[in-house]
C-alpha cells in the first residue's frame, strides 16, 4: 500500500515539475517573440523564479507604483493607480486640471529613452490623436458598471525612425471606478511591430499628424 501510494506521489510530482517545464519554456518563446526587442527590455525583466520563468516590469517601473497589467507579442499594458475622490465629478475634475502629467512620467522618461538610444526620434501629439488611437486600438481596460473609462485626456508619444516611419505608439487611457467614492488609475498603452505600425500608416495623414504635434524630442 505504501509502495503505491509513494508511486503515486512521484507520478504526480513529475507531472507537476513537466508542467512547470511546459510553462517555464512557454514564458520564454514569449518573451522571445515579442516584436520589438528594445521596448520590451526597456520595460519588462525576464526572470526565475523558482523553476518558473517569469515576466515583470523592471524595478524603477515596480518602484514607482506601476503593475504590469497585460502583454502580448506587440504591446505592453500598464496601470497607475493615481487617486482617490468623493465622486465622478470631483475625480474627472481633477483629471481634466491635470493631476498627472503624463508626458513628464517615467513610461514616457524610458519610452523616449529607448527611441532616442537608437537613433529616433518621439513626436508628441494633442490628445485628440489619443483618444483617436484609443478607440481604434485594443485596451486593457473594459466597461462595467460602476467604471468610467476615458480615452481623451492626455497627449500621445510616437516614434519614428530615421526613415520618418512609426516605431511605436504609446498612449494612455483612464479609468475611475466606484468603491466607496472613486478610485482613479491611468493605463499607459505601448504598441509595437510591423503590423501595427502598417495600420497606423494606412490610417493617419501626415497632414493630420502635423497639426496635432506638440513637440520632437530628438
Known amino acids: 500500500m505504501q509502495e503505491a501510494a509513494n508511486s503515486t506521489v512521484k507520478t504526480i510530482s513529475k507531472g507537476v515539475q513537466a508542467y512547470d517545464g511546459w510553462v517555464s519554456n512557454g514564458t520564454v518563446k514569449v518573451w522571445n517573440d515579442m516584436r520589438d526587442e528594445n521596448i520590451r527590455n526597456k520595460f519588462l525583466v525576464l526572470s526565475s523564479q523558482g523553476n518558473n520563468n517569469v515576466i515583470t516590469l523592471n524595478s524603477a517601473l515596480l518602484k514607482d507604483k506601476y503593475k504590469l497589467e497585460k502583454r502580448t507579442f506587440d504591446a505592453i499594458f500598464l496601470e497607475k493607480y493615481i487617486t482617490h475622490q468623493a465622486n465622478f465629478s470631483e475625480a474627472n475634475r481633477r483629471i481634466n486640471n491635470g ?72 498612449t494612455r487611457s483612464w479609468q475611475t471606478i466606484s468603491a466607496i467614492g472613486v478610485d482613479s488609475r491611468i493605463y499607459t498603452n505601448i504598441y509595437f511591430g510591423t503590423d501595427m505600425m502598417r495600420w497606423f500608416e494606412n490610417n493617419y495623414t501626415n497632414r493630420y499628424l502635423e497639426n496635432n504635434l506638440i513637440r520632437t524630442y530628438r
Do not use: H, W
Not at 518621439?122 to 480615452?151: C, E, M, P, W
Not at 497627449?155 to 530615421?162: W, Y
Open 99 to 170: 493631476i498627472y502629467i503624463s508626458e513628464k512620467d517615467l513610461a514616457a522618461q524610458l519610452f523616449i529613452e529607448q527611441a532616442l538610444a537608437r537613433g529616433n526620434e518621439v513626436r508628441l501629439f494633442k490628445k485628440d490623436v489619443n483618444a483617436s488611437l484609443n478607440n481604434n486600438l485594443r485596451q486593457a481596460i473594459t466597461a462595467f458598471n460602476g467604471a468610467s473609462n476615458r480615452y481623451d485626456v492626455d497627449p500621445a508619444l510616437i516614434e519614428f525612425d530615421k526613415k520618418g516611419s512609426p516605431v511605436a505608439i504609446m
